[in-house]
């Protein structure tokens, strides 16, 4: 059976610098998601763009589980 989506978050961040300040932390914090794992993946994800505005899409499980896709930078 499929998670049920709580909330999607379209979140604009720089590349491999993600960290629990606002506006990720709050938007994230409220949904009760593990900030400093998203935070982790999205480094993780992001380190060879340093820099760059990568919009991320959060998508946020009834389980306070997340996943993310990142799209072009505009």
Same mark, same amino acid.
């Given at each position: 059976m499929a998670?049920?989506?709580k909330i999607i978050l379209k979140l604009n961040i720089a590349g491999g610098k993600a960290n629990p300040t606002p506006p990720i932390g709050p938007a994230l914090g409220q949904h009760g998601v593990a900030i400093m794992? +998203?935070?982790k993946q999205y480094n993780e994800a992001t380190k060879d763009r340093m820099g760059e505005v990568i919009p991320a899409?959060?998508?946020?499980?009834?389980d306070r589980? +997340?996943?993310f896709v990142l799209k072009k930078p505009p």
């Open positions: 998670k049920k989506v794992e +998203f935070c899409l959060v998508t946020i499980y009834e589980t +997340f996943t």
